[in-house]
């Protein structure tokens, strides 16, 4: 008899083993998982919500490609409205195979959320060799303003992704020119979507530039990488065109390096997305003092994501998270402990909150929010 029960025992967990890795997990793409923070996810308390609602909020970065009645709700509970940036990544095929696809997929997204999200939409940049281009990209641009997109992205293809004789195209090059300003005559904004990433590039890439191994100054002391240049090139040859610099402007020489160029730059403005975080690590008065004097020049963005393969609770609960950690930090003055540190909030006077949160926005992205 008890080697029956044994057999049964363990017919039963073996039975329970198959269902349960049988059934189709959750899933959540791998940069909203890296946002995840180790511990419990937090989320606004009743009076927190009701003063962030009370901004008429607006994330001015997110990437959006797919829609749920849980998403939709999200928005809603949090009064919020978002800009979803179509980022024509190669690597992405799990979302999309095509630049259409994708382009397609963000449509209907934003079509989903009644009114909440915007779009800057993306010309495709893997017809470079096409005779054309960039008429071609003009043409598909302005089709989606027409149909209500409010700024197109400008990613880190030229440069990374795209070569000519061998040599990478930066996104200064003058076949692009055209599209830049086309879109500064149609008065739509430029969201400068790149990285540092040059950095990993190869030795012959670098050859092929005239780089050396590091980064070459930029002209006033600017220090940065070619990407980089290259787009404080494009704002300084389209002085009518708005340019708004994702991740605090990537530029990881420090927060004087960024004022730099918002000094030197008018027609420049700056993100918040993915740069929350390190700046809880800076100074406090440091990082006040900054969002005190650039405070018509900063947008709040998250780089919060919801793709295909995405688990619609589970990116709610991530979403929900990023919100309540940063509106502590920019809005109070009180310490809260976060990744193992303790952090004092920055405690922003209500007017700079606004400006942070709904009115540069407005400003810089003609069309965003309501």
Known sequence: MKK???????????????AWAAAPA????????????????????????????????????????????AFTGLLQ??????????VPDPADTASHRTLAQLRDQAWQAMAATQGRGRLSTAYDPFDWSSPGFPTDAIERLNQDFAHGAVASTMWNNPGMSIKDGGV????????????YK???????????????????WEAEDRS??????????????????????ARDRIVQMNPNLRVIAVHLSSVKEGLDQIGRRLDLYPNLAIDTSLEVDPLM??????????????????????????????????????????????WRYFSSGSSFEYRGHQVQGLGLPPAVLRKL????????????GR
């Not at 509970?77 to 179509?86: A, F, G, S, Y």
């Not at 086309?182 to 990993?200: F, N, Q, V």
């Not at 530039?209 to 240049?229: K, T, V, Y």
Request: hydrophobic residues 45%; negative net charge; glycine residues 4%.
């Open 168 to 179: 990478p195209v930066l996104p200064d090059n003058n076949r692009l020119e055209p599209i």
């Open 77 to 86: 509970q949090m009064n919020l409205h978002i800009v979803d940036i179509v």
């Open 4 to 18: 029956i029960m044994l057999l049964l025992c363990g017919l039963s967990a073996a039975m329970a083993w198959g």
């Open 182 to 200: 086309d879109a500064a005559a149609r008065h739509k904004t430029l969201i400068a979507h790149l990285t540092a990433a040059d950095e990993g």
């Open 26 to 69: 959750p899933q959540v793409s791998s940069s909203a998982i890296s946002a995840i923070p180790p511990g419990p996810l937090t989320r606004l308390t009743p009076a927190e919500l009701k003063a962030f609602r009370a901004f008429d909020p607006i994330d001015a970065h997110t990437h959006v490609y797919r829609h749920d009645p």
């Open 208 to 229: 092929a530039l005239g780089e050396g191994p590091e980064p070459a100054p930029h002209s006033g002391d600017l220090a940065a990488p070619p990407l980089l240049r």
């Open 281 to 326: 690590m800076l100074p406090r008065a440091q990082v006040r003092a900054f969002f005190l004097k650039y405070q018509d020049r900063i947008l709040y963005g998250t780089d919060n994501s919801f793709r295909q393969l995405d688990d619609a609770k589970t990116i709610v609960a991530v979403w929900q998270n990023r919100y309540a950690v940063d």
């Open 357 to 368: 949160y709904h009115d540069n926005a407005v400003h810089w992205i003609p069309g965003a």
